[in-house]
């Protein structure tokens, strides 16, 4: 495939027809795609940035996986997901429970966040997305189609049932060893919409249902930029103005994105140094406190010898946070100084960036599925630590700073 893209680089239609012009939504380049032969992937000519992955799937496919989360993600919701028995009291707990848990120990922003990210935005990603697919393959051309495929791939990463399950993955693996937990009806079903979460993104072939959407552009206009939501090619004229496929406003660089990006960067570094050296969590027994920061996790975890989870852990918390912070710090000031060096690296890195920066999550809802469970009055209690709110925001800030950053601005030096 990529052979076939670099042959249309000198115009050898005869070999590979092409599919229409695109704009790498990494580097800026504007280049023809070549149709499709069913399997592989087509690469950025500059950037190596993958501009379609074909796997031969049909889009019902995608539509059964869509809409299948969107139906599970009901009962996943309102039957019960986890059950502890503590000293002969049963405890148990859904979805909202660990939200509304953290809302009356008086931190509503963090309960907010956590219930967007995993009880609305689910609803409206698979929803969105479900609708879009069955208009899709209706040959519907309504205009609110583009628009809602566009808001569905943007809420992609902020709907975090995968992430979800992970976090009760490590919440079971601790609590399981000491008192008799079982799995729900409704915990069932979140590992079911979870798993169909991963499938569901790995059989969605993007570019094919934009081109349904509205064709990509046959020539590229003399003077382009392109979409970088949807990646549609349309004159240098049109800056400012509407994409007529997905309604993103257009522009050849987003203005003031890299300013934006190095502001919340900078917020994150503040909140940085609170959220490891608070605990996450108090574990309070008869009244008496045992804070866990998020490094006392890891130990427990180890101590335990539970290493995957604890690697698993150490890399979400740890690593890739500090790779975000860095990546997002030195490309923004790489661009201030109006450096051309290694820009496919900076680029591949923030791309990378903004694929993994949600794993993070992944203590933040255990602390959250089990604020619920481990209660018992006078006797145990959660209590959410100064380290969880400082984490989450470090967490968020650098997936907002990652989605504001506009990696096309690095190849500005190149364009020139
Ligand atoms: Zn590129
Ligand atoms: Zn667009």
């Given at each position: 495939m990529k052979l076939a893209a670099l042959l249309l680089g000198v115009e050898d239609a005869a070999v590979d027809p092409p599919h229409g012009v695109v704009g790498c939504p990494s580097c800026g380049r504007i280049q023809e795609l070549p149709r499709s032969a069913g399997h592989g992937t087509v690469h950025c000519l500059r950037c190596d940035h993958p501009l379609e992955r074909t796997a031969g799937r049909a889009s019902a496919a995608a539509l059964a996986c869509a809409l299948t989360t969107f139906v599970l993600l009901f009962p996943a919701n309102l039957l019960p997901l986890l059950r502890v028995s503590i000293l002969g009291v049963v405890n148990r707990s859904v979805i909202a429970s660990g939200v509304a848990g953290i809302w009356h120990q008086g931190w509503p922003a963090v309960a907010g966040v956590v219930g967007l990210e995993i009880v609305v935005l689910p609803f409206l990603r698979f929803g969105l997305l479900s609708a879009v697919l069955i208009a899709v393959r209706a040959g519907l051309r309504a205009a609110w189609i583009g628009p809602a495929f566009r808001i569905s791939e943007a809420l992609d990463q902020w709907a975090m049932m995968d992430v979800f399950l992970f976090g009760c993955a490590v919440g079971y693996s601790r609590v399981a060893p000491f008192l008799p937990i079982t799995i729900g009806a409704g915990g069932w079903c979140v590992i079911a919409a979870a798993l169909l979460t991963l499938v569901t993104r790995a059989s969605l072939e993007r570019r094919a249902i934009w081109r349904a959407i509205r064709p990509d552009a046959a020539f590229p206009p003399a003077t382009a930029l392109a979409c970088a939501s949807c990646d549609l090619v349309v004159a240098n004229a049109q800056a400012g103005t509407r994409c007529p496929r997905c309604r993103a406003r257009l522009f050849g660089h987003r203005p003031l994105a890299t300013m934006r990006a190095l502001a919340m960067t900078l917020a994150a570094f503040v909140c940085y140094p609170i959220a490891y050296v608070y605990p996450m969590e108090y574990s309070e027994r008869l009244g008496v406190p045992h804070g866990y920061t998020i490094m006392t996790g890891v130990f427990k975890l180890l101590d335990a010898g539970l290493w995957f989870f604890a690697i698993v852990i150490f890399v979400a918390s740890v690593m890739i946070p500090l790779l975000k912070l860095f990546v997002l710090s030195w490309c923004g000031l790489s661009i201030h100084a109006a450096s051309s060096r290694r820009l496919r690296s900076k680029t591949a890195l923030t791309r990378l960036t903004r694929e993994i920066g949600?794993?993070?999550h992944i203590d933040v809802f255990t602390v959250a599925v089990f604020l619920p469970l481990m209660h018992l009055p006078d006797y145990l209690r959660v209590v959410v630590g100064r380290g969880l709110p400082a984490f989450l925001a470090v967490v968020v800030l650098t997936m907002i700073a990652a989605d504001l950053?506009?990696?096309?601005?690095?190849w500005i030096t190149d364009d020139r």
């Open positions: 949600r794993w993070s950053f506009d990696s096309r601005t690095l």
